[in-house]
């Protein structure tokens, strides 16, 4: 693995400081004062009250929390087993590494950018840092030239990239039906509660419907950067969905109102995505665990 003793270093101080950051999400403790209050845009706004996240919505508490959980007992482990394997030259491990990377930089992006400012902004900022430069060493890393031969020749490229294709397609319809009616009204967006403007669906159309339409496209072709990709997306996509699927029903447990095509959709998309990454396992090459 190439650039393996600075990813090393990256991942690790990656770890150490999302095991802090979540378990004070998880923990922090602190004299309950729920309160609802009326935001500038006239929403009434019911925030948590307690803990790391108090200022926060109930809403984003809940996702928060969630994610907090999810991140500390899947993504941390998965990313610690990933590059241990990565380290000892195996190719499965530096997709899961990578993936699992792509996982972290969308977290705590969002982090960064939509949770109100609580005291673990700094860390947050790090984090997103962190795993941003460990992401783009990881792909460096790769030969794409020589992508297509770490996989069996039939490898089902138009189900992984269809897959991809359809994923793309319902996450920008979703948001877009979110966004359009505030649009062609001049009106505040459903669900903004007392923040300033929505992170997730902006990340979402402007990374990663994108990614996984250009991923789905050049898979499809066959096209060397398209494997790539595609292991990425849907590495990440299993992190970030199970997230997403926790978040909705945490959310459920603390009594948000929850959308229900939301509700349904992602985790549908979760257990596609789990699918599609033993298809993509199954036809890796055992010869590019020594590569």
């Known amino acids: 693995m190439k650039h393996k003793k600075s990813i090393s270093v990256l991942v690790i101080l990656i770890i150490l400081l999302s095991t802090i950051a979540c378990a004070a999400g998880l923990f922090w403790s602190g004299e309950a004062t729920e309160k609802e209050f009326q935001a500038i845009t ?6 948590l009250g307690e803990g790391l996240y108090k200022n926060d919505s109930l809403s984003v508490a809940s996702q928060g929390k969630a994610s907090d959980f999810i991140t500390l007992f899947l993504a941390i482990p998965l990313m610690s087993i990933s590059l241990t394997a990565a380290i000892r030259g195996s190719f499965r491990g530096r997709l899961f590494l990578s993936g699992t990377l792509g996982y972290f930089l969308y977290t705590y992006m969002s982090y960064t950018f939509l949770w109100t400012y609580n005291r673990f902004f700094i860390v947050y900022v790090f984090l997103m840092s962190l795993s941003f430069f460990a992401f783009i060493l990881c792909l460096t890393g790769f030969d794409i030239q020589n992508m297509p031969s770490m996989f069996k020749k039939k490898l089902p490229v138009k189900i992984l990239g269809g897959f991809q294709l359809f994923i793309a397609f319902m996450i920008g319809i979703l948001w877009l039906s979110k966004i359009a009616p505030s649009i062609l009204n001049d009106a505040v967006p459903a669900g903004l ?26 898979l499809i072709k066959r096209r060397p950067l398209g494997y790539l990709l595609s292991s990425i997306i849907i590495l990440k996509g299993i992190t970030m969905l199970t997230a997403i699927s926790a978040m909705i029903v945490n959310m459920s447990l603390n009594g948000v109102e929850i959308n229900s ?3 349904v959709i992602f985790p549908v998309f979760n257990v596609l995505a789990v699918i599609c990454l033993v298809i993509l396992i199954k036809n890796t090459e055992k010869k590019a665990e020594a590569i």
């Not at 006239?42 to 925030?47: F, H, I, P, S």
């Not at 300033?196 to 050049?218: C, N, R």
């Open 42 to 47: 006239g929403e009434r706004v019911k925030v």
């Open 193 to 218: 509660e007392h923040y300033t403007t929505l992170v997730i669906q902006g990340m979402d159309l402007g990374f990663v419907v994108p990614t996984a339409a250009l991923s789905g496209i050049l």
């Open 261 to 263: 095509i939301e509700a």
